[in-house]
């Protein structure tokens, strides 16, 4: 009989967080790397944050700091340090000899939390991709850290559990991988292009991770998709229709959050699932507006796309969970176009997204009102299947009708 099950081990984690030069966000990015402990199951037990003019290059932290990350350990019984940075692989080998500890750092937390919530196969494949890629250049550093507990942080996901896995059979894996990758995203492909054939907009919803993106298609379409209040609930995108009013119709596509100091790793390996948005008509950018960080979180969003080329897309900004906010806290100036307030909990204010999206679909599109002679009666199929019927009358001389249609397809009519 097992008495613990190795991947419910507790680990007693303290964060440590290297503020550099007047950079000003660490304590809210460290405050961040506790929510996903949290997700990850750790226990945060101490804190950390140290004031360098830059991160040291050998050891993360200085001489003075290390000695007193020895003594914590110590006292707080903790099992581990997590550090909000990227450690190089020497940096992860002297913390791990200096504090005989188990090593992790801000990637590895990201990576595992992405193993242990992807479902299809297509966010597997990616996700071990990215966990071989970063650990391949730190075989010996992982396997004197993650073998210390046998389980936990680092040890989750789809692909081989032990890291005794030389740096050619992973090479070979990587390979193999990246071929079964092609073969979803051209699949990805056909789908997205499918989809552009039908005429119908694509709206991507994005946003930081936990801002409400999954609530809001739920609300909007009934989708079923999973939505909590952890960390990077959502990894593989959904696409659902939503009927605007009769005959206009749009896809809404749900997608992966993003964070600040998104992992390199991830970003290459999620490229095919973080660029259903470059491939979208409209962008809806929800906002967690209950979080303090809110601005900051705008900004990764908007640095993010920027880095994945989404550009020249007509952007709808939504603050979310209004719901949560007090009176003195809405904001009452938001004029500009496209700017809503709305709860995707509630439903508060998504009648008036609806408006606006259906505005945004018929800007793109001519109305047009003619009589077609019964011998083109064709025509009506055409603009049933690409645009919106809005009248047809039967007359002696042909059939009245009144219609929009995508500019594009005008010229085939
Ligand atoms: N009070 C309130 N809570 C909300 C609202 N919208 C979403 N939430 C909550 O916020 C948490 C995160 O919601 P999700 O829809 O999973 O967020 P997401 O953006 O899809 O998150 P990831 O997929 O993890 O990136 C959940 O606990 C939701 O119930 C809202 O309008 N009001
Ligand atoms: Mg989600």
Known sequence: MELYDLNEIEERVILVGVQEGDGDDTVESVEELAELAKTAGALVVGTVIQKRERIHPGTYVGKGKMEELKMLLTALDATGIICDDELSPVQMNNLQQELDCKVMDRTLLILDIFADHASTSEGKIQVELAQLRYRAVRLVGLRNSLS????????????????????RLIKERISQLKRELEQVKRHRELLREGRKRDRVMTAAIVGYTNAGKSTLLNTLT???????????????PTTRMLELSKGTKIYLTDTVGFIRKLPHHLIEAFKSTLEEAKYADIILHVVDA??????????VVYDTLQELEVTNKKIVTLFNKQDKLAEEQILHDLNANHVLRISAKTGDGLDRLREVLEKIVTEDQIYLERVIPYKDAGILQQIRKYGHLMEEEYTEGGIAVKARVPKDILGRL
Not at 152 to 161: A, L, Q, S, V, W
Not at 227 to 235: I, N
Not at 290 to 299: C, G
């Open 148 to 167: 210390r507990l046998g389980g936990g942080i680092g040890t989750r996901g789809p692909g081989e559990k032990k890291l005794e896995m030389d740096r």
């Open 222 to 236: 009934d989708a079923g998709v999973l939505s909590e209040d952890k960390l990077f609930a959502t990894l593989d």
């Open 290 to 299: 209950s979080n303090p960080q809110m601005e900051d979180q705008m900004r």
